[in-house]
């Protein structure tokens, strides 16, 4: 590794908050306040690995976009995949675009870094260090920080962060300082719901010292809902959106594409309008929800009884 790839793979100790600021025992990375989005929504889509957040972002982002807004997408997982149905490939990161210019960002132009995705949608992939040797919430700051720089983010209407699965890393819970809400995206499963009740611990916490609030659920690849309404109905959740398990949303990610941009069939436009609906209704905004995680043993108990 290069030198300067070591200086961006490390945290300074003046980026890490004071121990328990964001909740008990908490260390977390510490972005810079005067780095804002500005007036655009911002949602931050978590979820357990491999249940579809970033084919859920992609169309949801397609969807405000085809309601008529200026959207900004931003993968925040080092695979930098986030974004390939709307672009059609993977593109080059916002660390692969730093090293090519020796970190100095003021060398950078925007068409290294961002780039134009399916209906209008701008993609943009953050990236991360090299496993074990850094925080990627040092990679979101820097992401957030050169949109600003480039003025990327003055006519934007909505960003989506899709960040990658079921993590601790307070680097990782780094796109909650900027979200105004946090969606979950969550399977009719054990597992899923399990995620999804530390994702709910984790947004806890950093609403503590930021602005960002829990919207609700999006429930994914199942047909069935009823252990999510359990949870939901304990932690004080609400599903906003359920998308059913379909072999044309499956297909759609091997096709390189966006669900709107498949052949149409009845199941699919039925699917198509359940995430145009999704994105009038988070634009149109809601109350945050004041949900309260649940304990470990206490899920064991709640869920795969009747």
């Given amino acids: 590794m290069n030198q300067s790839l070591m200086e961006v793979s490390r945290v300074n100790v003046s ?52 309601l008529g807004k200026r959207v900004v997408q931003i993968g925040c997982d080092p695979k930098h ?8 490939k993977l593109i080059p990161t916002v660390i692969d675009a730093l090293e090519g210019v020796d970190f100095h960002a003021e060398e950078l132009r925007v068409e290294d870094f961002v780039f134009p995705g399916y209906n209008g949608v ?6 991360g260090p090299p496993a074990g040797t850094g925080c990627g919430g040092y990679v979101v700051g820097q992401t957030v920080k050169l949109l600003k720089e480039h003025h990327l983010l003055e006519d934007t209407d909505v960003v989506i962060f899709d960040v990658l699965g079921d993590v601790v890393c307070g680097g990782f819970a780094a796109p909650l300082q900027h979200a105004d809400r946090a969606l979950i995206v969550t399977a009719n499963d054990f597992d899923s719901i399990f995620a999804m009740n530390r994702i709910v611990q984790a947004i806890g916490a950093k609403s503590k010292n930021y602005n960002v609030r829990l919207g609700g659920v999006i429930a994914n690849r199942s047909d069935a809902t009823d252990q999510i309404d359990k949870f939901n109905q304990q932690a004080g959740l609400k599903t906003l959106a359920h998308f059913p ?17 498949m052949e149409a069939s009845p199941a699919l436009e039925a699917v198509q309008q359940e995430y145009l609906r999704l994105a009038a209704q988070l634009w149109a905004g809601s109350d945050p929800l004041p949900s309260v995680p649940l304990k470990d043993r206490d899920i064991f108990d709640l869920l795969g009884f009747d």
């Fill in 81 to 88: 995949d986030s974004t390939f149905t709307l672009t059609k």
């Fill in 15 to 66: 980026d890490i908050r004071r121990k328990g600021e964001d909740g008990e025992g908490s260390v977390q990375v510490h972005l810079d306040p005067s780095v804002k989005i500005g007036t655009a929504k911002v949602f931050a889509v978590y979820g357990k690995g491999g249940i579809g957040k970033s084919t859920t972002s992609s169309n949801l982002s397609v969807a405000f976009s085809k």
């Fill in 245 to 261: 398990m379909l072999d044309e949303i499956r297909r759609s990610r091997l096709n390189k594409c966006t669900i709107f941009e």
């Fill in 122 to 127: 701008m993609c943009v992939e953050a990236g």
